[in-house]
């Protein structure tokens, strides 16, 4: 009974919840309220999806991300700006207290329009590398649209990418190219966890500066797959900050643009579907796991036993304390948010959810397998014996994977010893008929 109710109340959660799980407040910060012209489908389909935009500049002196202490908004937009700040309302201080209040950011870059010291400081912050001239922009001589930059070679087409790794569920893929006209690379650092590529460069390109107007390049920034085109972090607390290095893959005449490669057809660009993709995982449309009922409890009384405890903790559902060598069972269930509905979470074939039975360190590691499933959520389980050893122990799934909301689940219970009535009697030990006798 109580799973029929976790189950309708998950269902009213989706229908409740018909955009982001974290709220519809969208700030876009536009320098020229004109330039936002450019994007009028873009924010269109926001729109659609039921955000509610505000435009602002950042020159504004009653701008404010946060009253009374809370977040006034719940996502914000940062297109380029050609002023060398964002003003006192954007420090890099304040952005980053706004993600550590769960919000998101989606900041876009322009090559053609230095980088503000303020976000080349944000962005060094959370470990991520911009060239250090700021006017430097990504080229590639054999993997670009030969209709728009024929000489530059400066107009990116790159295919939709796959899964960042096989045992990872791909949020950004499809069959189209994506034109990233003019982009901006990004180097990630390699000691942080939550920095993740999303679009990489192909092979053969590499970051020039136009106002060098050299034809070679001796030293480039970055080169190959070494150059992030699109960046994602996810914080601790599952708050998101994409960069995409191109702003004007989001304009309206990139959304359908007919493209052709130097050695291939010509084909409509994926920039709409992939516009949709990335803002629908930055503002937490997807990718957002959801913890349902968690329980655990005793698995059966052993023969041998038949103590006043054990007896109490036989059918009721997640009691505070256990013995050694008991069977338990322990489930949990769990949602992926997607777009407007909460659906059951499938884990890829070559991942695993798993539990952890931990007193400091683990004691048993065990794969959590589905064993139910309705049209909300996914219910794993496990069956395992107990060790023997006495003590304050936790129940722990503990799953962090990129693109996807963290999830630690922590329970605690004791786990005693044998009580005095417990041990077999001495004429059920062979070992001791000698000694009886």
Same mark, same amino acid.
């Given at each position: 009974m109580r799973w029929l109710w976790t189950c309708i109340l998950l269902a009213l959660f989706g229908v409740a919840q018909a955009i982001s799980s974290n709220g519809n407040r969208l700030l876009v910060i536009c320098e020229e309220l004109l330039e936002k012209e450019k994007y009028t489908q873009f924010w269109d389909d926001l729109e659609g999806r039921g955000f509610s935009l505000a435009f602002e500049s950042p020159k504004n002196d009653k701008l404010a991300l946060f009253k009374q202490g809370d977040r006034a908004y719940d996502h914000i937009i940062l297109l380029p700006t050609r002023s060398k700040g964002l003003g006192p309302s954007l420090s890099p201080t304040i952005l980053l207290e706004f993600i550590k209040q769960k919000g998101n950011i989606l900041l876009c870059l322009f090559a053609d329009s230095p980088v503000p010291s303020? #976000? *080349? /400081?944000?962005?060094? +912050?959370l470990d991520i590398h911009l060239p250090p001239d700021r006017t430097s922009l990504v080229v590639d001589h054999f993997n670009y649209d030969i209709n728009s930059a024929g000489d530059r070679h400066d107009v990116l087409l790159v295919p939709q990418p796959s899964a960042l790794r096989p045992d990872l569920k791909n949020?950004?893929?499809? +069959?189209?190219?994506v034109a990233i006209p003019r982009g901006v690379a990004q180097v990630l650092g390699n000691s942080s966890p939550l920095l993740a590529p #999303? #679009?990489? !460069?192909?092979?053969? !390109? @590499?970051t020039y500066n136009p106002k060098e107007e *050299?034809?070679?390049v001796e030293e480039p920034f970055a080169t190959g797959e070494q150059i992030s085109l699109v960046s994602s972090m996810q914080a601790r607390n599952s708050a998101r900050f994409t960069v995409l290095g191109s702003v004007e893959a989001l304009e309206n005449k990139w959304f359908d643009a007919q493209v052709k490669l130097p050695k291939g057809k010509a084909v409509r660009t994926a920039n709409r579907d992939f516009a949709k993709q990335l803002s629908a995982w930055t503002f937490a449309e997807t990718g957002v796991l959801r913890v349902g009922k968690v329980e655990h409890?005793?698995? !059966?009384?052993?023969? +041998? /036993?038949?103590s006043y405890h054990n007896e109490t903790q036989l059918g009721h559902s997640s009691p505070s304390? @256990?013995?050694i060598k008991n069977d338990v069972t322990f489930s949990i269930e769990l949602s992926e948010y997607s777009f407007n509905h909460l659906a059951p979470l499938t884990i890829?074939?070559?991942d695993a959810l798993q539990l952890e039975f931990t007193m400091l360190s683990p004691f048993q590691r065990l794969d959590l397998q589905p064993v139910s499933q309705?049209?909300? *959520?996914?219910v794993f389980s496990t069956t395992f014996k107990l060790p023997d050893q006495h003590g304050i122990f936790a129940f722990r799934v503990n799953y962090k994977r990129p693109f996807l909301t963290n999830v630690d689940v922590k329970r605690e219970v004791t786990v005693r010893h044998f009580a005095h009535d417990e041990w077999p009697r001495s004429w059920m030990i062979s070992a001791g008929w000698v000694w009886i006798a």
């Open positions: 303020s #976000i *080349s /400081s944000l962005l060094l +912050e949020f950004f893929g499809g +069959e189209g190219t #999303i #679009i990489r !460069a192909q092979s053969t !390109a @590499y *050299s034809d070679t409890h005793l698995n !059966a009384i052993p023969k +041998e /036993s038949s304390i @256990y013995r890829p074939p070559s309705n049209l909300n *959520s996914t």
